[in-house]
């Protein structure tokens, strides 16, 4: 079974200041998806970043990209220039690529609380 | 055009009673499911559809049922509401099963007494 692991449940940054928030997954497939989702206070779940495992290259959007090593099953999440509204819950997930119905569902981490100070 | 929506955003229940939580899309979306959020547990998939008429369970169907009668709604029911169904529910939708990115609702904060 696909696991999802946020090994950091809090982190802090300063205004304008970058940080990296980890996420490693466990899977035997080899053609799948990664998302970083966000989560503010007001609940609501805002996709982040994509990343398809069969590209190298690694996705990036605006101030946010991540560092993807598929050897090591390891996906991060930079963000760059941190601003007070990047205040939020973020969280990584899993899909898998192949299949279909409950074999295409979101895996989830249970997410990493960033608070950015001014 | 307004995503996905969700309603109530809160909603208090006694143990027991029964409701459904609405959910509705206007992206022509084909795939769309519910997902409860539960503190140290993260996200975890109730029930999905891939198109008008066909339903399947996820991993914690139990004490829900849904329907799709249309494209556009996925209505979540709650038959006999216990405390533990207390949790934060989140429906989603995807163009189909087989694309990737799914968008949220803004979420129903549900409390069981």
């Known amino acids: 079974a696909q696991t999802v692991t946020q090994s950091q449940p809090e982190m802090s940054v300063q205004e304008a200041e970058t940080v990296t928030l980890s996420c490693t997954y466990d899977?035997?497939?080899?053609?799948?998806?990664l998302f970083w989702y966000k989560q503010p206070p007001s609940r609501q779940m805002i996709l982040v970043i994509r990343?398809?495992?069969?590209k190298q290259q690694n996705a990036t959007e605006n101030r946010f990209s991540v560092n993807f090593q598929k050897a090591a099953k390891s996906f991060s999440l930079k963000i760059s220039d941190s601003q007070l509204g990047d205040t939020a819950m973020y969280f990584c997930a899993f899909m898998n690529r192949r299949g279909a119905g409950n074999n295409r569902k979101l895996i989830w981490g249970l997410g990493t609380s960033l608070a950015v100070n001014p | 055009n307004a995503g996905v929506t969700q309603t109530p955003k809160f909603q208090v229940l006694k143990t027991g009673q029964s409701m459904t939580l609405q959910c509705a899309q206007d992206m022509n979306h084909e795939y769309m499911s519910w997902y409860r959020q539960d503190p140290g547990m993260g996200l975890r998939l109730i029930h999905y559809s891939v198109g008008a008429g066909i339903t399947d369970q996820g991993e914690v169907p139990n004490g829900y049922n849904v329907s799709r009668s249309t494209t556009e709604d996925f209505p979540l029911r709650l038959l006999s509401a216990a405390p533990s169904q207390t949790s934060v529910y989140f429906c989603?939708?995807?163009?189909?099963?087989?694309?990737?990115?799914?968008?949220f609702g803004p979420g129903t904060r549900l409390t069981v007494l």
């Open positions: 990343q398809e495992a069969y």
């Open positions: 989603a939708s995807s163009y189909s099963d087989y694309t990737d990115t799914q968008y």
């Open positions: 899977t035997s497939e080899n053609n799948y998806y």
